[in-house]
């Protein structure tokens, strides 16, 4: 027996991988979540909303990655996508894929089965070596084991994500890893801030003076502003470029509103011309990919030869299609800024009749173009549809236009006019259907706009089922599904005899409408661009989430829309 009091130890004070995860994803100011629950995210999900995370959850992972691949695009901050094992991960991997091959910066966090049972292939619950898997999909991959390594783990993420060109990163977290405990002081000191995320990248004095004399050499220049100018949101030089030089300037499609479409050097309704004519093309922040023909051929004007200055922060973008005469490697803002100074006070505007030429083209195909946008009729066609839109969007240019299908894409493309950066949304450098619901949502929650979004029956298919999450969040977001029973038109036959319909065709006359009604939000069905005026003003005013099933004329489409030659031709002839 002893008479010795028992001292109990102070209780130590203690935090844990679940804890320091949402710590170091709130210290680098990263306040969204974008996810699918279970196994063994749930409580990562729920403990984040508890710390002031937005956490959205989504009915699939692929939407939900989607959201995050724009979300990073729009506030160049990585867009996080939380998902669970194998499954889980495997369907957000796309996503993350998609924000890769588009330099959008992301980050996807699945949790993942117990190491050593996976590494033995035993047979766990959603067992998968899922880092492996992610490696050759995205830009960079990491797993962190232990606990006091999350701080390092998620800053080399948001680092690899951001810097340079920008991209997707998988993050490995395994379930174990949540509940490992650890002091908390030192907790907190191994949490780590990033800073300068995404440095400047400088480009040389000889490559500016070298850029400069090829822009000076020219007769017919060009400018081709890409989403990668949008994304650096130097929105005030691209301009100060664009007019101090007086070059003609072509938007790819989602740098469309970098300038307003309308702005007097905008070359966009005169494309092949100048695609063709130009003699020196100065690309910003786009590839020299399928998109551009690979920038040779016969829609350069081949054999014609254009010479080319290519800004852009990855210098292995330099040649990858064709020689660039002048490569200038380096972040927008800083090339930019090097040109206009470069540039002085002098600087002579291009030949007149380059000038002349252009907006004789342009205003030519603007004039063509104008009386098919007043067709009334009903059915609709895609220019009597889009003319009634294109009206919306110039009185509500804050409107975010978030636009996918094959001639529903292509059309809105050509015909809606945007007026302010980073404001069309669209199915980016694959062309992937499927990525219009995750970009609406986190087009409104990431911004506050409204959100317009421009859907074929079949592009809103693909993620169709998330206007539930529209409703969830009362997200300000109307949906316009272009209905033409189908894909690309809804009037293929099948020649077999069969019962079936082809493989193009969907359900005659559905009423995408009622799917939204479903869940509370506002559906509504139209026939004539009028009643279709009408409904989108009224769901833009209200800000409710509203679907409209627009029906279009079901022979009105071409196949693939516009690019239709990639179609590979069989030898032998259709049967
Ligand atoms: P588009 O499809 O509009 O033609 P791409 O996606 O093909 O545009 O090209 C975007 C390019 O922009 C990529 O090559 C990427 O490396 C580059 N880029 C992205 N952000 C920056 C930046 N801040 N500075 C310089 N280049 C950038
Ligand atoms: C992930 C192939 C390209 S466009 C399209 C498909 C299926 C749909 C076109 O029909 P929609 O538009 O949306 O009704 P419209 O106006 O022409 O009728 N799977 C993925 N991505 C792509 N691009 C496809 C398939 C495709
Ligand atoms: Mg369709």
Known sequence: MTDQTKIEPEAQALTDGFHLLIDALKLNDINTIYGVPGIPITDLGRMAQAAGIRVLSFRHEQNAGNAAAIAGYL?????????????????????????????????????????????????????????????????????????????????????????????????????????????????????????????????????????????????????????????????DLVKDFVEKSGIPYLPMSMAKGLLPDTHPQSAGAARSLVLKESDVVIMVGARLNWLLSHGKGKQWGAPHSTKFVQIDIEPREMDSNVEIAAPLVGDIGSCLGALVDGMGDNWAKPPSDWIDAVN?????????????????????????????????????????????????????????????????????????????????????????????????????????????????????????????????????????GSDDVAPTVFVENSRYDLMMQAFGGEGVHVTNPDELSRAVNAAMDSGKPTLINAAIDPAAGKESGNIGNLNPVSVVGKK
């Open 75 to 235: 506030t160049k901050k990585p867009g996080v996508c939380l998902t669970v094992s194998a499954p889980g991960f495997l369907n957000g991997l796309t996503a993350l894929a998609h924000a890769t091959t588009n330099c959008w910066p992301m980050i996807l966090i699945s949790g993942s089965s117990e190491r050593e049972v996976v590494d033995l292939m035993q047979g766990d619950y959603e067992e998968m070596d899922q880092l492996a898997i992610a490696k050759p999909l995205c830009k960079a991959a990491y797993r962190i084991l232990h606990a006091e390594d999350i701080g390092i783990g998620v800053a080399r993420a948001i680092r690899a994500a951001v810097s340079g060109r920008p991209g997707g990163v998988y993050l490995d977290i395994p379930g174990a890893l949540l509940g490992q405990v650890m002091d908390e002081v030192e907790g907190q000191k191994s949490l780590v801030k990033v800073i300068d995320a995404a440095p400047a990248q400088l480009p040389g004095p000889e490559a500016v003076s070298r850029a400069l004399d090829v822009i000076k050499s020219a007769q017919k220049p060009l400018i081709i502003l890409g989403k990668g100018a949008s994304y650096a949101q130097v929105d």
């Open 360 to 496: 004789a083209k342009r205003d030519a195909n603007i004039a063509r173009m104008a009386p098919t946008l007043q067709n009334n009729a009903s059915p609709m066609n895609y220019a009597g549809a889009l003319g009634a839109l294109r009206t919306i969007i110039a009185e509500r240019p804050d409107a975010i236009l978030v636009n996918e299908g094959a001639n529903t894409l292509d059309f809105a493309r050509s015909i809606i006019d945007m007026y302010k950066p980073r404001k069309r949304l669209d199915v980016g450098t694959w062309g992937v259907m499927g990525v219009g619901m995750g970009s609406a949502i986190a087009a409104a929650v990431e911004t506050g706009c409204p959100v317009l979004a421009v859907e074929g029956d079949s592009a809103f298919g693909f993620s169709g089922m998330e206007v539930e999450t529209i409703c969830r969040y009362k997200l300000p977001v109307c949906i316009v599904v272009f209905n033409n029973n189908g894909i690309y038109r809804g009037t293929d036959v099948n020649t077999s």
